[in-house]
């Protein structure tokens, strides 16, 4: 099919229309700002911003006309925008560059998810404990997102600056992300412990501090400092008896560190300081090759392909590509998972792994690394 806008066939690969990309990711930022598809579509009207004009073989041109509500959820939906394709209800990495921040795709996402079908809303609601009532120290608004690493979800609050992709250039906060179970769990602890110190029998019958409606009564906003949480009450919620001149609660804090799952394995006889992660495109390329021995593999185990020159004529490749293709499937999971996490040393491509040993613990050897 056609390329989404923002891309091209350049010399046989995909490249990036810079000035298509950085309307991309203006509709994505307005949209944010907007809160609404109704509102964003009204916008790019107002701008005379239009869908990509299209020359047909006959002369006739095709597009070239406002967004209608399909074209624009396409456009915020799409996830080979963060260079990532989807492939028979599989999300896989892609082969083209990505032109956007993975966060600012997941926020927008999540906010279309509930505004096309109700259901999200409700769960985004438990899911996002302080949405609307988290911010930085610079006084951003924090809003949810996720990345999923290896088919784990992790939820997060991010600095708006950073979503928006002006981290460089606006004062951000000295927190700018954080993970999200974590500050939700010790806002409720503390909040609990302050409200049975002040014996405030109205405020703790009625509030339930795990609903974020209820806690909205109750708290105007949370900033996030380095070394700790400050929560400001709504007016009549405000403690009189509070050290703080504005009825406040700090909170200790600390940003819990980051997980050692960016640690590069380590090949035999190598200091950590000498080991570079493999690139980004090598490595979409090998988790990509991985997928797709899975999924020949699965086509000759199922019976979907009786023989391999039946598979070589399918995907136009040689007897040797699809075997070598195959034996990825044949790589130990945490392998795969290292992969995927970009933690493989560089030079461990697609080259490297092809046609492994066939017993997993001795595969780190044979690639010369340290197991794990």
Avoid at 216 to 234: P, S, W
Avoid at 312 to 326: F, H, L, P
Avoid at 352 to 365: K, N, S
Wanted: with cysteine.
């Amino acid at each position: 099919g056609t390329l989404p806008l923002g891309y091209e066939m350049k010399d046989g690969k995909i490249a990036i229309v810079e000035a298509e990309a950085e309307l991309v990711r203006s509709i994505f930022r307005r949209y944010l700002e907007l809160g609404s598809v109704n509102e964003l579509l009204r916008d790019l009207k107002v701008r005379n911003i239009r869908t990509r004009t299209k020359q047909l073989s006959t002369g006739a041109t095709r597009g070239g006309i406002p967004f209608g509500r399909g074209a624009l959820y396409y456009v915020l939906s799409n996830h080979f925008y963060i260079g990532e394709v989807k492939y028979k209800n599989e999300i896989l990495p892609g082969e083209q560059p990505p032109i956007m921040d993975r966060a600012l795709f997941e926020s927008v996402r999540q906010k279309s998810l509930a505004q096309w079908s109700h259901r999200t809303v409700v769960r985004n609601k438990s899911d996002h404990l302080l949405t609307g009532l988290l911010f930085d120290d610079a006084g951003h608004r924090m809003i949810p997102t996720h990345a999923t690493k290896a088919g784990v979800r992790y939820r997060y609050y991010v600095s708006t600056p950073c979503l928006h992709g002006a981290a460089k250039t606006a004062s951000v906060g000295s927190v700018p992300r954080v993970p999200a179970a974590d500050i939700e769990n010790n806002v409720v602890k503390w909040l609990k412990e302050h409200l049975a110190a002040r014996q405030d029998k109205s405020t703790t019958s009625v509030v339930r501090l795990g609903d974020r409606n209820d806690l909205a009564q109750l708290v105007a906003g949370v900033v996030v400092h380095r070394d700790r949480l400050i929560v400001r009450f709504k007016s009549d919620h405000a403690d009189k008896g509070s050290d703080s001149p504005d009825g406040s609660l700090t909170i200790p804090w600390q940003k819990p560190p980051s997980k050692r799952s960016r640690q590069i394995l380590l090949p035999h006889n190598a200091s950590r300081s000498d080991v570079r992660p493999e690139q980004f495109e090598r490595r979409a390329r090998l988790i990509s090759a991985i997928a797709r021995g899975h999924r020949w593999l699965d086509d000759v185990v199922s019976g979907r392909v009786t023989t391999v020159t039946q598979l070589c004529a399918r995907e136009k490749c040689s007897v040797r590509q699809v075997n070598m293709t195959i034996s990825l499937a044949f790589l130990a999971p945490n392998l795969v998972k290292a992969a995927v996490e970009g933690r493989l040393p560089r030079g461990i491509g697609i080259e490297r792994l092809r046609d492994p040993p066939t017993e997993w613990g001795r595969q780190f050897e044979s690639f010369g690394l340290n197991p794990e």
